[in-house]
């Protein structure tokens, strides 16, 4: 069965470098997706991509963050100048046309020290 | 601002039991109301329901929305050791694309 990918599955990095957290969506999807989610709190999400733009980010994705799909296969997320805070799960999910159902990666741990 | 609220936050209950899982929402021009299973790392998706499909069933997984209530349970009947996870609710609103996800519920099954 299809599965979302995500590399690293774990990331450790110094406050203020910056991170690159790739995906792989699921070959025919269309719409993908980046979420966090802080240790012991809700999943959060940050932005949803569509035809090679971003068409919606969360008040959390902001002038830091950026989404691109360098290739027809992956998705990545890239944090610059990386803070405490940051430190979560990142997680990528896609969905396929006309059906809303997000489909979710493994997840990379990120760790800013 | 979309809400989403589980209860419990955990739930302890013996191998064998069956459990309700409960999930309210408040959400603008609701579309859809997911249920996902989260056991070491990601959600993996249990159902979606609509205003054209409230009821869903996968096994012993069942899960039903009432729209005039705001609300839907998942039902998990004579459980076992490997439905011991996180169960998290997710709504998503037309012209939306975000998910909005609940605390999620903590389901410990005791063998």
């Known amino acids: 069965e299809p599965e979302v990918t995500q590399t690293p599955s774990h990331q450790v990095t110094q406050m203020g470098q910056e991170v690159i957290l790739r995906c792989v969506p699921i070959?025919?999807?269309?719409?993908f997706y980046w979420y966090r989610q802080i240790l012991g709190q809700k999943v959060e999400f940050l932005v949803s991509?569509?035809?090679?733009?971003?068409?919606?980010k969360s008040e959390i994705f902001d002038d830091q963050f950026s989404v691109e799909r360098p290739d027809g296969s992956n998705f990545t997320l890239k944090i610059r100048s990386t803070k405490l805070e940051d430190s979560a799960m990142y997680f990528c999910?896609?969905?396929?046309?006309?059906?809303?159902?997000?489909?979710f990666g493994p997840g990379t741990r990120l760790t800013v020290t | 601002e979309d809400k989403v609220v589980q209860s419990p936050l955990s739930l302890v209950v013996h191998e064998g039991d069956t459990v309700t899982l409960n999930c309210s929402y408040e959400?603008?021009?609701?579309?859809?109301l997911l249920w996902y299973k989260q056991e070491k790392k990601a959600p993996t998706f249990l159902f979606m329901l609509t205003s054209s499909g409230i009821e869903k069933k996968s096994g012993r997984l069942s899960s039903i929305l009432d729209k005039k209530e705001l609300s839907s349970i998942l039902n998990i009947t004579a459980t076992q050791t490997g439905d011991s996870a996180i169960y998290l609710c997710a709504v998503e609103a037309s012209g939306n694309e975000k998910l909005t996800f609940g605390t999620g519920t903590r389901l410990t099954i005791i063998p």
């Open positions: 999910a896609s969905s396929p046309p006309y059906v809303y159902e997000q489909y």
């Open positions: 959400v603008t021009n609701f579309r859809s």
């Open positions: 991509f569509y035809n090679n733009e971003i068409s919606e």
């Open positions: 070959s025919n999807h269309l719409y």
